[in-house]
């Protein structure tokens, strides 16, 4: 069995004078596609923003590769290959397509590899290709999620955190989001997919977690946790 690239161990996070996250754990190991579904408000962002160092922890520990991050800022755990797509997007809408890909590189100073993952990412997003001159502020949701993705992969995550990146996106744009989100796991970075979308997420996920007001209440392989009837019921409306 591989290492835990990640680890959440007794997680509790306080968001907006609320207890959001109640003692949570798990872990993604290293090559795995990792899901955790829920409904909002169910507290997955708010552990995805405690783990990439923009929230504080109140109690509990997050280790990244085998060390505490506990306190680190998201500008270091950037630096360390630990990428995340927010919900909402985030992407610099007044500057292009590629000035946002560039800021994705930031971190790094090697032009030529800079140069050759810009390439990497207009072959799997080829609509960027096409736009590479376009304000970002000017681009359809889909388009700005697509471009998004494509930042954090210019930073060379080894894992990469997507919180929520189907949200308010047409049928055909989800098809495309979660085709290239199966894509970049198969070029071999470790994800971590926070989805609404549950019956999508397990799909295309090694192993899931539910979380539920704060605390994990269900685990275990993405394909048995499709079939399971809690499961099915709750989250994929049968």
């Known amino acids: 069995m591989s290492q835990a690239l990640l680890k959440v161990s007794g997680l509790k996070v306080a968001y907006g004078g609320i207890q959001a996250v109640k003692g949570v754990d798990f872990e993604v190991r290293e090559g795995e596609l990792v899901t955790l579904i829920g409904s909002n408000g ?17 109690e509990g520990d997050i280790e990244y590769l085998g060390k505490s991050i ?7 755990l950037v630096k360390e290959g630990l990428a995340m797509v927010p919900e909402g997007r985030g992407v610099f809408t007044r500057m292009t397509i590629t000035e946002n890909l560039q800021m994705g590189a930031h971190i790094r100073n090697d032009k030529a590899e800079i140069a050759a993952d810009m390439d990497k990412v ?17 681009m359809s949701g889909g388009e700005q999620q697509m471009l998004a993705m494509g930042r954090a992969l210019m930073s060379r995550p080894k894992v990469l955190l997507m919180d929520e990146p189907s949200m308010g996106l047409s049928p055909i744009m989800v098809d495309k989001i979660f085709e290239v989100v199966r894509e970049v796991y198969a070029q071999g ?13 397990l799909q295309i996920a090694d192993r899931g977690y539910v979380m539920e007001s704060g605390l994990i209440t269900m685990s275990g392989d993405a394909k048995v946790m499709l079939d399971d009837p809690r499961v099915r019921a709750a989250y994929l409306g049968e």
């Open 70 to 76: 506990r306190g680190k800022g998201a500008w270091d």
């Open 189 to 201: 970075v470790t994800i971590l997919l926070v989805e609404q979308n549950a019956s999508r997420a």
């Open 122 to 138: 207009f072959t799997i997003f080829p609509r960027l290709k096409e736009r590479k001159h376009q304000l970002a502020g000017t």
């Open 42 to 58: 169910a507290g997955k962002t708010t552990t995805m923003k405690a783990i990439t160092g923009l929230l504080p922890l109140d």
